[in-house]
Structure formats: structure tokens, C-alpha cells
């Protein structure tokens, strides 16, 4: 990582398979890079301090809030956001399910939900329905979709 | 500072021409801590946040009052509560007869809509002609207030909102002053401007479900038929508009009840305007009325689903009409069932289950049908197939999909072949969305248009030469599978469509100026939670609830309408509550942290039943699903908790200070 500016960093990141490369304000968040500098705007900044989880985007396999990651500690990682889920055309067998299951109401929190449950999956630690909710509480739906969202990740995660 | 473009205040603000609602910068005066006081254009966001922290405001002190509770000797009586009448009456409560009776106070706190995305508006001018892009609930109401205040003729302004990510209220009236901020904003410097809310200024400046303090008397004979009701609920309104929610709604229409009063005041407050919120009034108001049901049926030791059976009531005892239908019976009978409610034992705190104590709580619950005059049209042509237009818009309870359906039904096309334009004022006219009437108001226009298209497809079929279908009388041709057919003919709808060119068909409906019967959607609510008795911790476990909705177009969609009602529910009865610093008027727990709205870990079991609902007086039939599932369930978790515990909370939310101690 060198220096250009005072305040700017030269970020290298893998995001959905391709390699980007550019410079990133100090202060700016991950959240920050891939909505207004890469244009990547199905990770929301809904309350831009990790208390609701729509901005959660996978950084190396780990499900992480990008609101509260600094671009600059992203340097040589790999990142997946929803726009990266789907494969040549295919949705991820996670994202078939929110749709079987009405897993969504207004959208707003489901690719947070999805990436979530995708890097929950990964972890192995949601035995059953219980630790599921508790492991996806990080995830804010105001719809109160909830319920629909945990069958859809039970139902996944089954198959 | 870099990239500032223009700051506007109260000084430099262009005078907006007309305002029916209180606008920004057009007057010196601050009515409440949080607003906003100047705007700041700038080139990027980051600019414009840096900016408006840099601008330096002085203003001269002077009294406030941040809450109602020390001023609630001034409350006043608001010229409606919601829709409704402010006060009612209904025999003589106070010479009834009162064999028994209780009198208690219950209170609900500030809560907020807190939809997940947060209200964003951008504005352009072209000359005098004005296009917002914004996430609003009702895109018709936003362009005629936008051209008042402009003083624009209303063809020259354009209201588009494509999408929302929920609202719950939030995206209406109180969002309308940041639309002519931002439009003010890009007249000013000439280029559009876009504007967004953060989620810490979402606590302040999108409105709130107000708070209430709710008195209920409640007098009844020993064997539980209700003599009489008051329901006296004082609320706060802000300094500049005024609002009360119709809290009183369900005590004049659930119970045959010979006498019953009921009456809104409210009290001025230094403090942001208050507006609906999900099942605005009748959230609120049923706690109160639901938990006092439950206070008189411990009291004469009634089971609290037998003593709501007892005051069933065959007609609206509020207005005299007969109900329109009313199946409030059977979800009684239909959650009552699914619950396992017979086995409850009436012994306060008997249920255990290893150190936790288990507690059965029900409510009964009713909504009011509201619809709105819809204008719809129907298409079919060549390239694009069958589409529906309808200028209202989507909050993500899936009206998009209802809009499709509804076409894809009537003409026999598979549903994925149906395209839906919504959330524009190029469109025809449409309600806008809230209080649980889009589809209740929708269905009717939608319904017509397609009939008149259909009519329409047919006639010509059999007019046409070339058609294998022609000469034959059109009742006897049917259109189903995309196919017209009759006589043993048919022809495919896109070959005749694609022969003879497309045809579109326009509806315009209105619900009954004077409807000969009172329509409401009926619910009723029963709820197992578990107490920690240590920690006071308080769990719902599962939930059975039945509802009566009128005609349902999508059972899975209102499934997921009435879960949603009930999980905000949840999260009125055990968490949300906005905390004022009385001193500053400012919001302490601004953010989502500190303000705790119901998470996937708080989720119960749920067992949701839709009971048949014919209702013969209403166009479509449909009553809505969105508003009821908040309705009742507040009260059901304070009854379950006071069934575990014998501790009664009345004042919300129910948390672990609430039971320890």
C-alpha cells in the first residue's frame, strides 16, 4: 500500500472475482468504495453504525458489516457482495430460497440477509432454528419478514 | 469550504408560494430540538456533511415544554383523531349501572417507523417544469403540493417513486417539507440536488407514533356483560401542526357495550410532529382496551376469551349500521383452537417449565376498512403484452405483485407475462399507500378495467373476419390459458392482439359516499411468553392468531403482511421506545442500538390462520391485511405476562425493570 495523497490510500481488492484497484479516501468505509466508487449499491447504508447488518458483504468468506470496515484494511482481500452471488446466470441456492419462501417484503435488508446467511452456512455454527435466529440477529428486518427468512435459510441449507 | 456550492438558511431561502403543511427556512422560529435549520449544497456527500457540521448557529433561548407530562393541565380537544370523530358517546356512561368495575391508567411510548431504507429525495428543474425522484408513499399527493408550493401548473411537476424499502407511515406527510427543500435546493443553484436522511435524523424529522396516556373505566355485570366504557387518551402534538391518533376506535366498535364515552386530547409540545404509524390509534388504543378486558376478567373470574365472546356485538354498536361481515367469532374459535386456549389454567403463575414461567395471553382486534377513489388501466399490444398502470406505489407489501395478479386472473395469462408500471404521476391516478387500503381500493378499478378489456378482446375477435373465432355470438366465447375459445374455435389472445393492434381499457372507482354497512377487519390474538423470574427476561414463544380480512388475492403475501404487523407488535409491547431528554428535547437513544426494534432471536413460533370472510357490501371485497396484525397483540403479551407473573404492566414496553423489583 503506498501513499498518494495525505489522506487518500491505494486499495487492490478482489470484488466478485474481478480485480479492482484504485485510491480511497483514509476515512472512507468499505461501504463507502462499493456504493459511490464502484457503483456496487446492493449493500445499503441503512443506519451507517453496524446495529441493522444491510450493508453485510462477505470479505475473504467472513460475513462483515462494510459500513464499519475501512476500505484501506481491505487491501489484498477478497470481496463478495450480492451483486456477486449468482453464478452465469444462476442464483445461489440462498437467494432461490428467499424467493420460494417470500423470504422478503421491501427488499431493502435481503442482500444483507442473504449475505449473512451465506457466510452463517460457512461458519457452521447454526444447529438448529434457535442458534439460526440467534446467528442471523444481526440482521435487522422491519418488515418483520423474520420468520420466512429463517425457513428460507433452513430450507437452503437443507438441500 | 471545498466543494460548497450554496448554504441556505431561514435569511436566503426563496419564499415557497403556498403551504397547506409546515415548511423549512421559511420562519426564524425553532418549534423543537433537531430541526433543521439550514441546508447545505455541496458537490459530494462527504462535503456537504463536512459544511453543515462547520455552520455556526446562534438563536435566542426561550421556554420549552419537551413533553406533555408537566402541561397536560392545557390539553386541548384536536378537530379529529385520525379519521375519526375527536369525542363520542353512546348512552349515559356515567348514570350506568356498575355492578362492577375498574379504572386504570395505561400508557405507550414515543415509537418510530424506522423503515430500513431511509427516505432520499433528488430534484430537477427543466425551466418551470419539475421531476422529483423520492421515496414517497403517495406520489399524486406529493406533485399537487409541490406545485402549490411552487406555484407551478400541476402538469409541469412529476413525482416518481419506484420502489420503496418500507414505511410504515414515515414516507408520507412528515417526508413532503425534505421534497420541497431539495426541489427548492435545485431551483436555487440550477442543477439537480439529491437529498438523504441519515438514520440519526430519521429519529427527528420523518414523524413518530406519538405517545399516550390512556385512562379506560370499565363497568360490568358479575357474570361479565359490560355496562359501560370510557377511553380518555391525552397525547402530545408539536407546536406547528396537529395530529391525534384514533386510539379510541376499538372501545366504540368492539363490544356491544350500551353506554360508552370516548375522547382525544392533546397537548402542545416543543417537540417533532407526530403522524401514523402502523395501525396508528388502534395499536395503542387496543392495548389499553384489551389489557383492561383482561383486568375485568381476572377480577370476576371469567376466562378472558369466554367474557369477549359474552359482549360480542351483532352490528357496529358505534354507528348502529349492521357490519358489512364479521367473522370475529370464528377466529375466536379458529386461534382459540390452534392455541390449545381450553387447557389454560386459571391459576396465576402455575405454568413452569424448568426455572421459566409460562403465561397464556389473548386480545380480540378490528381495523377499519378504508379504501380511496382509484383510477387503473389495463393494456394489451403487440410488444409488450398485458400491462397494468396504476399510480400508486409499492412499499414492499407486494402491490406490484397484487396489480399482476389481478390482470393475469382475468385474462387467463400466466402471471410472469403481466408488466406492472406503478409509483408515477404519469400514470392514472392511484391511492396513495397506508392505512392498510391499496389493494382494498385497487382491486375494484383494476377489476373493471380488466373486465372491460376482456369484453373488449372478445368483441372484436368475433367482428373479424380473419379470426377463426369470428360470427360467433361473444357470450358464448371464454378467454382462459391466454386463449380465446368458443364453439370449438380458438384463437391465441397474442395472435389476435398482434393482428388487429392493442387495445387499452381505463377504470375509475370510488368506495360508497354513504355505505349502508360498517366494514372492519377482525382478528383475534393469543400468545404464550416465558418469564425469566430471576432476570425478568420476557420471551414470546409462540404466537396463534386468526384474522377475517375480506377477500385475500395472495394468501402467502398477507401471511407475510399480518407476521409483519405482529412482529412490530412484538417490538411495541417488549422493546421500542423513544427516550427525550426533557431538558434538551433531544432524542437520547438515537440510533438503532439504543433503540431496540424487535431482531430475528425475539421471533416466536407462528401459526397464522385466515378465516373465510365474504363480505357482500364491499367492491372487491377486500378489507387489507397490513394494519390489523399490530391490533391486539400489545395486550395479548401483557395479559400472557401477567398470567406467568400476576405482575400487570401497563405502561409499555414490558422490559426487565418492568418485572424485577
Request: overall charge neutral; hydrophobic content about 40%.
Given at each position: 500500500?503506498?501513499?498518494?495523497?495525505?489522506?487518500?490510500?491505494?486499495?487492490?481488492?478482489s470484488v466478485n472475482g474481478e480485480p479492482r484497484r484504485g485510491a480511497a479516501p483514509a476515512c472512507a468505509t468499505l461501504l463507502d468504495v462499493l456504493r459511490d466508487e464502484l457503483g456496487l449499491t446492493g449493500a445499503k447504508r441503512a443506519c451507517d453504525r453496524g446495529t441493522c447488518g444491510a450493508c453485510t458483504v462477505l470479505v475473504d468468506d467472513r460475513r462483515i458489516y462494510a459500513c464499519?470496515?475501512?476500505?484501506?484494511?481491505?487491501?489484498?482481500?477478497?470481496v463478495v457482495t450480492i451483486e456477486g452471488l449468482a453464478r452465469g446466470g444462476e442464483l445461489h441456492p440462498i437467494q432461490r430460497a428467499f424467493v420460494a419462501h417470500d423470504a422478503l417484503q421491501c427488499g431493502y435488508c435481503t442482500p444483507g440477509q442473504i449475505l449473512s446467511a451465506v457466510g452463517l452456512l460457512g461458519e457452521g455454527r447454526a444447529t438448529d432454528e434457535a442458534s439460526l435466529?440467534?446467528?442471523?440477529?444481526?440482521?435487522?428486518?422491519?418488515?418483520?419478514?423474520?420468520?420466512?427468512?429463517?425457513?428460507?435459510?433452513?430450507?437452503?441449507?437443507?438441500? | 469550504?471545498?466543494?460548497?456550492?450554496?448554504?441556505?438558511?431561514?435569511?436566503?431561502?426563496?419564499?415557497?408560494?403556498?403551504?397547506?403543511?409546515?415548511?423549512?427556512?421559511?420562519?426564524?422560529?425553532?418549534?423543537?430540538?433537531?430541526?433543521?435549520?439550514?441546508?447545505?449544497?455541496?458537490?459530494?456527500?462527504?462535503?456537504?456533511?463536512?459544511?453543515?457540521?462547520?455552520?455556526?448557529?446562534?438563536?435566542?433561548?426561550?421556554?420549552?415544554?419537551?413533553?406533555?407530562?408537566?402541561?397536560?393541565?392545557?390539553?386541548?380537544?384536536?378537530?379529529?383523531?385520525?379519521?375519526?370523530?375527536?369525542?363520542?358517546?353512546?348512552?349515559?356512561?356515567?348514570?350506568?349501572?356498575?355492578?362492577?368495575?375498574?379504572?386504570?391508567?395505561?400508557?405507550?411510548?414515543?415509537?418510530?417507523?424506522?423503515?430500513?431504507?431511509?427516505?432520499?429525495?433528488?430534484?430537477?428543474?427543466?425551466?418551470?417544469?419539475?421531476?422529483?425522484?423520492?421515496?414517497?408513499?403517495?406520489?399524486?399527493?406529493?406533485?399537487?403540493?409541490?406545485?402549490?408550493?411552487?406555484?407551478?401548473?400541476?402538469?409541469?411537476?412529476?413525482?416518481?417513486?419506484?420502489?420503496?424499502?418500507?414505511?410504515?407511515?414515515?414516507?408520507?406527510?412528515?417526508?413532503?417539507?425534505?421534497?420541497?427543500?431539495?426541489?427548492?435546493?435545485?431551483?436555487?443553484?440550477?442543477?439537480?440536488?439529491?437529498?438523504?436522511?441519515?438514520?440519526?435524523?430519521?429519529?427527528?424529522?420523518?414523524?413518530?407514533?406519538?405517545?399516550?396516556?390512556?385512562?379506560?373505566?370499565?363497568?360490568?355485570?358479575?357474570?361479565?356483560?359490560?355496562?359501560?366504557?370510557?377511553?380518555?387518551?391525552?397525547?402530545?402534538?408539536?407546536?406547528?401542526?396537529?395530529?391525534?391518533?384514533?386510539?379510541?376506535?376499538?372501545?366504540?366498535?368492539?363490544?356491544?357495550?350500551?353506554?360508552?364515552?370516548?375522547?382525544?386530547?392533546?397537548?402542545?409540545?416543543?417537540?417533532?410532529?407526530?403522524?401514523?404509524?402502523?395501525?396508528?390509534?388502534?395499536?395503542?388504543?387496543?392495548?389499553?382496551?384489551?389489557?383492561?378486558?383482561?383486568?375485568?376478567?381476572?377480577?370476576?373470574?371469567?376466562?378472558?376469551?369466554?367474557?369477549?365472546?359474552?359482549?360480542?356485538?351483532?352490528?357496529?354498536?358505534?354507528?348502529?349500521?349492521?357490519?358489512?361481515?364479521?367473522?370475529?367469532?370464528?377466529?375466536?374459535?379458529?386461534?382459540?383452537?390452534?392455541?390449545?386456549?381450553?387447557?389454560?389454567?386459571?391459576?396465576?403463575?402455575?405454568?413452569?417449565?424448568?426455572?421459566?414461567?409460562?403465561?397464556?395471553?389473548?386480545?380480540?382486534?378490528?381495523?377499519?376498512?378504508?379504501?380511496?377513489?382509484?383510477?387503473?388501466?389495463?393494456?394489451?399490444?403487440?410488444?409488450?403484452?398485458?400491462?397494468?398502470?396504476?399510480?400508486?406505489?409499492?412499499?414492499?407489501?407486494?402491490?406490484?405483485?397484487?396489480?399482476?395478479?389481478?390482470?393475469?386472473?382475468?385474462?387467463?395469462?400466466?402471471?410472469?407475462?403481466?408488466?406492472?408500471?406503478?409509483?408515477?404521476?404519469?400514470?392514472?391516478?392511484?391511492?396513495?399507500?397506508?392505512?392498510?387500503?391499496?389493494?382494498?381500493?385497487?382491486?375494484?378499478?383494476?377489476?373493471?378495467?380488466?373486465?372491460?378489456?376482456?369484453?373488449?378482446?372478445?368483441?372484436?375477435?368475433?367482428?373479424?373476419?380473419?379470426?377463426?373465432?369470428?360470427?360467433?355470438?361473444?357470450?358464448?366465447?371464454?378467454?382462459?390459458?391466454?386463449?380465446?375459445?368458443?364453439?370449438?374455435?380458438?384463437?391465441?389472445?397474442?395472435?389476435?392482439?398482434?393482428?388487429?393492434?392493442?387495445?387499452?381499457?381505463?377504470?375509475?372507482?370510488?368506495?360508497?359516499?354513504?355505505?349502508?354497512?360498517?366494514?372492519?377487519?377482525?382478528?383475534?390474538?393469543?400468545?404464550?411468553?416465558?418469564?425469566?423470574?430471576?432476570?425478568?427476561?420476557?420471551?414470546?414463544?409462540?404466537?396463534?392468531?386468526?384474522?377475517?380480512?375480506?377477500?385475500?388475492?395472495?394468501?402467502?403475501?398477507?401471511?407475510?403482511?399480518?407476521?409483519?404487523?405482529?412482529?412490530?407488535?412484538?417490538?411495541?409491547?417488549?422493546?421500542?421506545?423513544?427516550?427525550?431528554?426533557?431538558?434538551?428535547?433531544?432524542?437520547?437513544?438515537?440510533?438503532?442500538?439504543?433503540?431496540?426494534?424487535?431482531?430475528?432471536?425475539?421471533?416466536?413460533?407462528?401459526?397464522?390462520?385466515?378465516?373465510?370472510?365474504?363480505?357482500?357490501?364491499l367492491a372487491g371485497g377486500v378489507k387489507g391485511t397490513g394494519m390489523i396484525g399490530t391490533v391486539g397483540i400489545a395486550a395479548a403479551i401483557a395479559n400472557a405476562v401477567f398470567h406467568a407473573t400476576g405482575r400487570r404492566i401497563r405502561d409499555l414496553p414490558i422490559r426487565l425493570e418492568s418485572l424485577l423489583g
Amino acid at each position: 500500500m503506498t501513499r498518494r495523497f495525505l489522506d487518500h490510500t491505494e486499495i487492490a481488492m478482489s470484488v466478485n472475482g474481478e480485480p479492482r484497484r484504485g485510491a480511497a479516501p483514509a476515512c472512507a468505509t468499505l461501504l463507502d468504495v462499493l456504493r459511490d466508487e464502484l457503483g456496487l449499491t446492493g449493500a445499503k447504508r441503512a443506519c451507517d453504525r453496524g446495529t441493522c447488518g444491510a450493508c453485510t458483504v462477505l470479505v475473504d468468506d467472513r460475513r462483515i458489516y462494510a459500513c464499519l470496515a475501512l476500505a484501506a484494511a481491505q487491501d489484498g482481500r477478497r470481496v463478495v457482495t450480492i451483486e456477486g452471488l449468482a453464478r452465469g446466470g444462476e442464483l445461489h441456492p440462498i437467494q432461490r430460497a428467499f424467493v420460494a419462501h417470500d423470504a422478503l417484503q421491501c427488499g431493502y435488508c435481503t442482500p444483507g440477509q442473504i449475505l449473512s446467511a451465506v457466510g452463517l452456512l460457512g461458519e457452521g455454527r447454526a444447529t438448529d432454528e434457535a442458534s439460526l435466529r440467534e446467528q442471523m440477529s444481526g440482521n435487522l428486518c422491519r418488515c418483520g419478514a423474520y420468520p420466512n427468512i429463517v425457513a428460507a435459510i433452513r430450507d437452503a441449507a437443507g438441500a | 469550504m471545498p466543494g460548497v456550492v450554496a448554504v441556505l438558511t431561514h435569511a436566503s431561502a426563496p419564499r415557497i408560494a403556498s403551504a397547506r403543511l409546515p415548511l423549512l427556512l421559511q420562519d426564524p422560529a425553532v418549534c423543537f430540538a433537531g430541526q433543521p435549520v439550514a441546508v447545505v449544497v455541496a458537490e459530494t456527500v462527504t462535503q456537504a456533511r463536512r459544511a453543515a457540521a462547520a455552520v455556526e448557529v446562534t438563536c435566542e433561548a426561550s421556554a420549552a415544554i419537551t413533553t406533555m407530562h408537566p402541561a397536560l393541565d392545557r390539553a386541548y380537544a384536536p378537530r379529529s383523531a385520525g379519521h375519526v370523530a375527536t369525542d363520542s358517546r353512546r348512552g349515559d356512561p356515567e348514570r350506568a349501572p356498575r355492578p362492577r368495575e375498574i379504572a386504570r391508567r395505561y400508557t405507550t411510548p414515543t415509537q418510530l417507523h424506522h423503515p430500513l431504507e431511509p427516505p432520499f429525495v433528488v430534484a430537477r428543474w427543466d425551466g418551470d417544469a419539475l421531476v422529483v425522484h423520492t421515496t414517497t408513499q403517495a406520489v399524486f399527493a406529493h406533485r399537487q403540493q409541490l406545485a402549490d408550493c411552487f406555484g407551478v401548473p400541476v402538469e409541469r411537476v412529476r413525482v416518481v417513486s419506484r420502489l420503496l424499502g418500507g414505511g410504515f407511515g414515515g414516507k408520507g406527510r412528515a417526508w413532503f417539507p425534505y421534497l420541497v427543500l431539495c426541489a427548492m435546493a435545485a431551483r436555487h443553484v440550477a442543477r439537480p440536488v439529491a437529498l438523504e436522511l441519515t438514520r440519526a435524523e430519521m429519529f427527528t424529522l420523518i414523524g413518530r407514533r406519538q405517545e399516550t396516556i390512556q385512562d379506560l373505566r370499565i363497568a360490568a355485570t358479575s357474570h361479565g356483560e359490560l355496562t359501560a366504557i370510557t377511553h380518555d387518551t391525552v397525547a402530545p402534538t408539536s407546536m406547528y401542526g396537529e395530529y391525534a391518533d384514533p386510539t379510541a376506535t376499538v372501545s366504540r366498535v368492539l363490544y356491544a357495550c350500551p353506554h360508552v364515552a370516548t375522547s382525544h386530547r392533546l397537548v402542545r409540545v416543543h417537540a417533532p410532529q407526530p403522524n401514523p404509524m402502523r395501525a396508528p390509534g388502534e395499536g395503542p388504543g387496543s392495548f389499553a382496551l384489551e389489557s383492561a378486558l383482561d383486568e375485568l376478567a381476572h377480577e370476576l373470574g371469567i376466562d378472558p376469551l369466554a367474557l369477549r365472546l359474552r359482549n360480542h356485538t351483532e352490528h357496529d354498536p358505534h354507528t348502529g349500521l349492521p357490519w358489512s361481515s364479521n367473522q370475529l367469532r370464528a377466529c375466536y374459535r379458529v386461534a382459540a383452537e390452534a392455541f390449545g386456549w381450553a387447557a389454560r389454567p386459571r391459576q396465576i403463575g402455575s405454568l413452569r417449565e424448568g426455572r421459566h414461567r409460562l403465561g397464556w395471553g389473548m386480545a380480540g382486534a378490528c381495523y377499519p376498512v378504508y379504501r380511496m377513489a382509484s383510477h387503473a388501466e389495463v393494456s394489451v399490444d403487440p410488444a409488450r403484452g398485458v400491462v397494468v398502470r396504476c399510480g400508486t406505489q409499492d412499499l414492499g407489501t407486494g402491490t406490484t405483485t397484487i396489480l399482476a395478479q389481478l390482470a393475469a386472473g382475468a385474462l387467463g395469462v400466466p402471471l410472469g407475462d403481466v408488466a406492472v408500471e406503478i409509483g408515477d404521476t404519469q400514470l392514472p391516478e392511484g391511492p396513495y399507500s397506508g392505512g392498510a387500503h391499496v389493494t382494498a381500493s385497487v382491486t375494484p378499478a383494476v377489476e373493471q378495467a380488466v373486465h372491460r378489456l376482456r369484453h373488449q378482446l372478445i368483441e372484436r375477435a368475433v367482428a373479424d373476419p380473419a379470426s377463426p373465432l369470428s360470427g360467433l355470438a361473444p357470450e358464448r366465447v371464454a378467454l382462459t390459458g391466454g386463449t380465446l375459445t368458443g364453439a370449438g374455435r380458438a384463437e391465441p389472445l397474442a395472435a389476435l392482439v398482434a393482428r388487429t393492434g392493442g387495445l387499452a381499457c381505463t377504470a375509475h372507482t370510488a368506495p360508497d359516499p354513504e355505505p349502508r354497512a360498517s366494514s372492519y377487519a377482525h382478528g383475534a390474538v393469543f400468545v404464550e411468553v416465558a418469564v425469566d423470574p430471576d432476570l425478568g427476561e420476557v420471551r414470546v414463544r409462540r404466537i396463534c392468531a386468526a384474522y377475517a380480512c375480506g377477500r385475500i388475492l395472495n394468501p402467502l403475501l398477507a401471511h407475510s403482511q399480518l407476521v409483519g404487523g405482529l412482529v412490530l407488535g412484538i417490538g411495541m409491547a417488549l422493546h421500542e421506545a423513544t427516550v427525550t431528554d426533557a431538558r434538551s428535547g433531544r432524542v437520547v437513544n438515537a440510533n438503532l442500538a439504543d433503540y431496540a426494534i424487535a431482531g430475528h432471536a425475539d421471533m416466536p413460533r407462528f401459526e397464522i390462520a385466515l378465516v373465510d370472510d365474504d363480505d357482500p357490501h364491499l367492491a372487491g371485497g377486500v378489507k387489507g391485511t397490513g394494519m390489523i396484525g399490530t391490533v391486539g397483540i400489545a395486550a395479548a403479551i401483557a395479559n400472557a405476562v401477567f398470567h406467568a407473573t400476576g405482575r400487570r404492566i401497563r405502561d409499555l414496553p414490558i422490559r426487565l425493570e418492568s418485572l424485577l423489583g
